[in-house]
């Protein structure tokens, strides 16, 4: 299984833009799919997007639709989550995980990384 980093959150303000990426350490993240994932504060972790080895996007998230979008670029073996009209309720560490499929629940992975916190506050 291939390791993942993510990286690039922080404190921004309602209605600004952030990109996180997923890189992997090891390995070659090619024919994986790559979901994004979040956890908020007191509440379950959910499924956000992900995209396909063939760059097919499924979104899990009502709520990000036409904010956020999900990109790949293999030759940096990383993949971006491109998050647009940041809210107060995006708040949360973002996660994201490898599988050979899009697959939103969080029953299918057994292990997480640290992930990377985003703050959504004026």
């Known amino acids: 299984q291939v390791q993942l980093v993510e990286s690039g959150g922080g404190l921004v303000q309602p209605g600004d833009s952030l990109r996180l990426s997923c890189a992997a350490s090891d390995g070659t993240l090619d024919y994986f799919a790559i979901g994004w994932f979040r956890q908020a504060p007191g509440k379950e972790r959910e499924g956000v997007l992900c995209?396909?080895?063939?760059?097919?996007?499924?979104y899990y998230a009502d709520s990000v639709k036409g904010r956020f979008t999900i990109s790949r670029d293999n030759a940096k073996n990383t993949v971006f989550l491109q998050m647009n009209s940041l809210k107060p309720e995006d708040t949360a560490v973002y996660y994201c995980?490898?599988?050979?499929?899009?697959?939103?629940?969080?029953?299918?992975?057994?292990?997480w990384g640290q992930g990377t916190q985003v703050t959504v506050s004026s």
């Open positions: 995209i396909s080895d063939s760059g097919e996007i499924t």
């Open positions: 995980q490898a599988h050979e499929i899009c697959l939103g629940g969080t029953q299918w992975y057994d292990s």
